[in-house]
């Protein structure tokens, strides 16, 4: 089974809220990353977890705040968002986070997040 | 950072033709992935391939890892492979996926 799951699958917000999105994978990988994609955009990387401590943030701003509970777990909080915060959230997970031959990623199939 | 660059940006094709997208990378790779992200935004993994040739179905794709490029082959196209198509790749050097433009599809009937 390669599946991420992402929850919910769309979110609405204002400014003012706060929120979390939840992503889960049972293939006992080890890595687990956020990205955020844009309409006609890339996904771009925010934060990547390896063996449930933070190994990467690329500078995202402090109101997403990710979680990683567990190895099968990710959350990002989400507080103070921004109309421009509005985008596809994509989780994935990958067997590690760093292997000499490669590792593949797997994503989930995003939440759709709009603030309002 | 390794660049990740695809070509055509984008392409139209009647159902049933053939098609070749490309991918351009400017450094040595340990990780290369095609997806195709449907309309709905979901990404799904069509090939893991650093190196050599694979094939599922309709769809093959080769990289050449020492000519830095990869390439994925559509044949017999249909209407439901329409979408984004992505590369992505790590450098062997870091864990970072880079994802190139895409290449928007469209297949008309």
């Known amino acids: 089974d390669t599946e991420v799951t992402q929850t919910p699958k769309h979110l609405v917000m204002g400014m003012t809220n706060k929120k979390s999105l939840k992503c889960e994978q049972h293939?006992?990988?080890?890595?687990m990353y956020w990205y955020k994609q844009k309409a006609k955009k890339p996904p771009e990387l925010m934060f990547v977890?390896?063996?449930?401590?933070?190994?990467i943030n690329e500078s995202v701003p402090s109101r997403f705040s990710p979680e990683c509970p567990n190895s099968s777990l990710l959350n990002l909080h989400l507080h103070a968002l921004q109309p421009e915060d509005s985008a596809l959230y994509l989780c994935?997970?990958?067997?590690?986070?760093?292997?000499?031959?490669?590792?593949?990623?797997?994503f989930g199939p995003g939440t759709r997040l709009t603030v309002t | 950072g390794i660049q990740v660059e695809q070509s055509p940006p984008d392409l139209i094709l009647q159902e049933g033709a053939n098609s070749t997208l490309r991918c351009n990378f400017s450094?040595?790779?340990?990780?290369l992935q095609w997806f195709h992200q449907n309309p709905w935004g979901q990404l799904i993994n069509l090939f893991y391939i650093p190196s050599g040739t694979k094939q599922n179905g309709r769809l093959s794709a080769t990289t050449v890892a020492t000519e830095r490029y990869s390439l994925l082959y559509i044949s017999s196209s249909q209407t439901t492979d329409s979408g984004v198509y992505f590369c992505?790749?790590?450098?062997?050097?870091?864990?970072?996926?880079?994802f190139g433009e895409g290449t928007q599809l469209t297949v008309n009937p």
């Open positions: 450094d040595s790779v340990n990780n």
């Open positions: 293939m006992g990988h080890r890595a």
């Open positions: 977890y390896s063996y449930e401590k933070l190994s």
């Open positions: 994935a997970s990958s067997q590690v986070d760093f292997l000499p031959g490669g590792y593949e990623q797997y």
């Open positions: 992505a790749s790590t450098q062997t050097s870091g864990s970072r996926l880079t």
